[in-house]
Structure formats: C-alpha cells, structure tokens
C-alpha cells in the first residue's frame, strides 16, 4: 500500500536556525513528489515537485531532496513568515488519467522572532 | 495569478440534507479533484475527473457523493444525505495534465453538519 510518514510531527525554531523535515515514502512507482505549504484553515500551496532521486530544487529559504526512498525540505534562516504546516505528497504509476496525490500527516513548523 | 476558487467558505447544514459545494479550476487546466480534510487529519482523496467523467475514486466516493461539470467552468461535489461524519473542509484542486504535473488546491469549503 502506498504510504507517506513525515518526521518531527512538530518542530519549533529560533529565527535564523536551519533545520531539515523528513518525508518517507513507500509507494509503487514514483510518478513525482509533491511538497506544499499549508496555513491554517487554507488550502495547500504548491512548493515543489520532484520526479527522480538525485534532483534537488530551490525556492528562496526552502530546498527540497529526493532520493530513493526519502526527501527532505531543508530550511536555511528561517523567519517567522515561514511557520506553517509542511505536506509531502506522492502520486505512483498508475493508469488513470488523473491521478491522485497521497499526502503525509505534515510538519508544523513554528518559528520565533 | 490564476487560482482554483471554492464557493461558499462555509456550509453549515443539517444531517440528511443535501449540499453542493462548488469550485471554479484554473481556467486551461483540465483535470480535477476533490479532496477532504477532516480537522487534525491527513488530506484525503476523493474523487479525479477527466473528459466529463470520473476518473479514479476512493473508498470515501460512496453513492451518496456525486461530482458534475455543469458548464465549461465550474466543477461540483454533491453530498446527497449529508453525515455527522461528512464535517470537514473539502478542497478542489486541477491540473493542467496527468501525473506528475502538480495539482493546485482551493481555499476550501468547511461543511458543517449538525
């Protein structure tokens, strides 16, 4: 069964203090994995895609890492604008035109001024 | 920007009733999904459609959940006898194309059923 597990369920920070959050993934077949930011109540924002181990991508403070059976969003001086829960997603090889996208349970990240 | 709108941000409804929640996709995009939330829990899928018809569905996608295209711009879901368990905040989201591409959410609509 295709399955998402992210790691520390919650992680408080002083601003400035990088860290890592984990996503495992076990799944048959990855067509791409998805991270997004979500803020309370609000829907998911997209944040990366990635598609094949080895590939990294930026945006400002995040950067994302994909290896075989993990990735990892890297956060470098954080600011509290930055606090928020994190979603990785994956979708598997499936048939169906629109496939669906299966989430872990996320990160709240909490930064401190 | 282009955005996924949801109407209404919130329903409140009573047990047995039926609700439509309703979601404008980004305009060239051509695949769609319902997704819900229910408060404290993972995102769950419900639903993907494509060409006017479904496409995958989840466990959750019962005969009591139905989704339309009722025009070249709105996509719907409709609860037919709403559950106390039906409360959640049910998310739309489109894609431009199949897999991998990345799928754009909504803000949401909270259901609450009484």
């Known amino acids: 069964e295709d399955q998402v597990t992210q790691s520390p369920e919650a992680l408080r920070l002083q601003e400035g203090e990088s860290s890592s959050l984990n996503c495992s993934y076990t799944?048959?077949?990855?067509?791409?994995l998805f991270w997004y930011r979500q803020d309370p109540g609000k829907g998911p924002e997209f944040l990366f895609t990635?598609?094949?181990a080895g590939e990294e991508k930026e945006k400002e403070r995040l950067k994302a890492t994909l290896t075989k059976k993990e990735s990892f969003l890297h956060i470098t001086a954080p600011k509290p604008e930055d606090s928020a829960t994190y979603l990785c997603?994956?979708?598997?090889?499936?048939?169906?035109?629109?496939?669906?996208?299966?989430f872990g349970s996320g990160t709240r990240l909490s930064i401190r001024p | 920007e282009p955005e996924v709108t949801q109407t209404p941000s919130h329903q409140v409804t009573q047990m047995g009733q039926e609700v439509i929640l309703r979601c404008v996709p980004i305009?060239?995009?051509?695949?769609f999904y319902w997704y819900r939330q229910i408060l404290g829990q993972k995102v769950e899928f419900l639903v993907s459609?494509?060409?006017?018809?479904?496409?995958?569905k989840s466990e959750i996608f019962d005969d009591q959940f139905s989704v339309e295209r009722p025009d070249g711009s709105n996509f719907t879901l409709k609860i037919r006898s709403t559950k106390l368990e039906d409360s959640a905040m049910y998310f739309c989201?489109?894609?431009?194309?199949?897999?991998?591409?990345?799928?754009?959410f909504g803000p949401g609509t909270r259901l609450t059923v009484t």
């Open positions: 989201a489109s894609s431009e194309g199949p897999g991998p591409n990345e799928q754009y």
């Open positions: 799944v048959s077949g990855l067509r791409g």
């Open positions: 990635l598609y094949s």
């Open positions: 997603a994956v979708q598997a090889r499936q048939y169906s035109s629109a496939s669906k996208i299966i």
């Open positions: 305009s060239n995009h051509l695949y």
């Open positions: 459609f494509y060409n006017n018809e479904i496409s995958e």
